[in-house]
Structures are given as structure tokens and as C-alpha cells.
């Protein structure tokens, strides 16, 4: 990507609190050596699990590459701002919706956006949902806590394991067939990617161990069905009030009906990390995408 740049002194913004934490660590110390790559000063600035920072005097400009609470909540979003530091990614009132569910699921429903039929529930509450069913806590990321439902008998334990993170769980109809990610940078939207597991089951451990998921691009999938994934997913991330950066997943029913299951305002950014994957069939290298987020600040 030519031209001048917009910043020269970055903080990149990595580890923090979360659940996440792991996998925010490897996101942040590939991004602070691609923007290095690019010729820009960065410093790595280590979230403590307390949510501890200090941003360097003189920093210009913070990358955020924190997942899960604190970081795609809009909670230090909110704190850059306090201090004037601008950020890539979305708002802080657009983080906190996106990020968590028991928001952004009516929202993109009211946008006229397919989502599965969906409820939200606390300790207590009956299903109305018939299974199978998925069960999420409504403010957690990279499928911590989240259950498939297919036998009543597996109903109560995916529950309590949700009701565990959050006061709030989201039980959502199960959508059989192919998983599918968007990525949106800016006003781009990336091609479609499938993604392959040997269960069909895209859990915290095929996200984040290789070898263990691939990524098909173009995803096997009518070119009609991809495009009308990628609108969809633009549609969700207009509607959210996102901005810099997302990754809108989908799931593809044998039947070609699509369902937008959730936006991720803070994607994965590691080796194995599907922005990352989907920008380079698009032509950006890594370097380039992590500057083009850096640009649209």
C-alpha cells in the first residue's frame, strides 16, 4: 500500500483479562512485527489480567488486538478516548453492542438480516426453542462456553456451562451444514471462507490449534450464495455501527438458505486467524491488511 502514512508511532494493545488472553498475545506480537515490517515505531503494550496499561507518551495511534471483555466490549476503547488515543476498530458503544449477544442478535434481526430463531435465557427460564440447539454466554468470544444441543439429556449441563460466564445465555436453532466467515475491512468486504473441521465443529480448539481446521478459499459455494454472504455481512456490520474492522460468521444450511450467526468487532489475528487468510486471497499481505486497519482509524 503506497502513499504516506497517517501515523508513524503505534501501540499495539495485546493480552488483557479475558478469557482470551492466550490467543490476544499471538494476535498482537503478529501484528507489532508486520507493522514493524512496514516501517512504523511500535511498542507492545501488555494488558495486565487486572486491565493495568500505560500508553507511551507519544504514541499516535493504538491497535487494538484484544479479544473477548475488555477488549471487544468497548471498555478500553472507552479508555483510549478518555486519554486521546485514537484506535483502530469500532466505537466503544459499537464494540459493546456488537460484542455482546443479547444486543447485537435483535439488532440484526430488526435489520432484516437471517439469524436462527433465537432466545435469551437466565437460570430458571424454560426453552421454548425445540432442539437441536446451540448455547452461548452472551458475552464471550472464540466459542468459550458454547454447546451443541441435540438430546435433552445434554440440555441442563450446556446451560450451567453458559450461565457459568455470563447472568445470560443465548440458545439459538442449530444450522446444520457449512461454516462460513466474512471479513470486512473498511468498506471492503473479503471473499467468502469456508471453514473445514473434521466434526463440522468449529470449537476453541480447531480455531486456534493448526492443522486442525482449513480454510477454503473461494468457499465451495454458488458465486449468487457468496455474494449475498457478503452483502449480508456489510448489512450487519452497517447495522451494528461498526467501523475499521470485522469478521461476520455465517452458517449455510444443505437447502442454500444462509443464517448470520454473529459479528467479531476484534478478529482473530494470528497464523491461523481467518482475516488474516481471507485478506491475502484478496491480495493483501499481512503487513498490508494490519496498515490498511491501521488507515481507516
Same mark, same amino acid.
Given at each position: ?5 497517517? %501515523? &508513524? ?49 507519544? @504514541?499516535? +495511534?493504538?491497535?487494538?488486538?484484544? &479479544? ?5 466490549? =468497548? ?11 485514537? &484506535? @483502530?476498530? !469500532?466505537?466503544?458503544?459499537? !464494540? ?14 430488526? $435489520? ?7 432466545? %435469551? ?16 454466554? +452472551?458475552? /464471550? ?12 439429556d445434554e440440555w441442563a449441563p450446556a446451560l450451567e456451562l453458559a450461565l457459568g460466564y455470563d447472568d445470560v445465555a443465548l440458545v439459538e436453532e442449530f444450522i ?5 466467515? +466474512? ?15 473434521? *466434526?463440522?465443529?468449529? *470449537?476453541?480448539? /480447531?480455531?486456534? @490449534?493448526?492443522?486442525? !481446521? ?10 449468487? @450464495? ?6 449480508? $455481512?456489510?448489512?450487519? %456490520? ?7 474492522? =470485522? ?6 444450511r444443505p437447502d442454500g438458505r444462509f443464517f448470520v450467526l454473529e459479528l467479531n468487532n476484534i478478529p482473530g489475528m494470528t497464523e491461523v486467524s481467518l482475516l488474516? *487468510?481471507? $485478506? ?18
Amino acid at each position: 500500500m503506497s502513499g504516506q502514512k497517517r %501515523f &508513524h508511532k503505534v501501540a499495539v494493545l495485546l493480552g488483557g483479562p479475558s478469557s482470551e488472553r492466550a490467543v490476544s498475545l499471538r494476535s498482537g506480537a503478529a501484528v507489532a512485527q508486520a507493522l514493524r515490517e512496514r516501517g512504523y515505531e511500535v511498542a507492545e503494550v501488555v494488558v495486565g489480567e487486572d486491565s493495568s496499561f500505560a500508553i507511551p507518551a507519544g @504514541t499516535e +495511534v493504538a491497535f487494538v488486538a484484544m &479479544h473477548g471483555r475488555f477488549g471487544e466490549d =468497548g471498555a478500553i476503547q472507552a479508555l483510549l478516548r478518555k486519554q486521546g488515543v485514537p &484506535h @483502530t476498530g !469500532s466505537s466503544p458503544e459499537a !464494540s459493546a453492542r456488537a460484542f455482546d449477544k443479547s444486543k447485537s442478535k435483535p439488532v440484526i434481526a430488526a $435489520a432484516g438480516i437471517p439469524t436462527p430463531p433465537f432466545e %435469551f435465557l437466565r437460570k430458571g427460564q424454560a426453552r421454548t426453542l425445540p432442539l437441536p440447539v446451540v448455547v452461548k454466554p +452472551v458475552r /464471550q468470544g472464540s466459542s468459550v462456553g458454547v454447546s451443541r444441543v441435540f438430546r435433552e439429556d445434554e440440555w441442563a449441563p450446556a446451560l450451567e456451562l453458559a450461565l457459568g460466564y455470563d447472568d445470560v445465555a443465548l440458545v439459538e436453532e442449530f444450522i446444520p451444514g457449512k461454516e462460513l466467515t +466474512v471479513g470486512v475491512v473498511g468498506e471492503t468486504v473479503l471473499p467468502v471462507v469456508e471453514i473445514v473441521t473434521a *466434526d463440522g465443529n468449529f *470449537d476453541y480448539e /480447531q480455531k486456534y @490449534t493448526p492443522g486442525k !481446521s482449513s480454510h477454503r478459499i473461494p468457499a465451495d459455494i454458488p458465486a449468487e @450464495t457468496a455474494r449475498a454472504c457478503q452483502e449480508a $455481512a456489510l448489512a450487519c %456490520f452497517r447495522a451494528l455501527g461498526c467501523s475499521g474492522m =470485522g469478521r461476520v460468521d455465517i452458517r449455510l444450511r444443505p437447502d442454500g438458505r444462509f443464517f448470520v450467526l454473529e459479528l467479531n468487532n476484534i478478529p482473530g489475528m494470528t497464523e491461523v486467524s481467518l482475516l488474516p *487468510d481471507a $485478506a491475502r486471497a484478496h491480495g493483501w499481505s499481512f503487513p498490508e491488511l494490519c496498515e490498511r486497519i491501521l488507515n481507516v482509524v
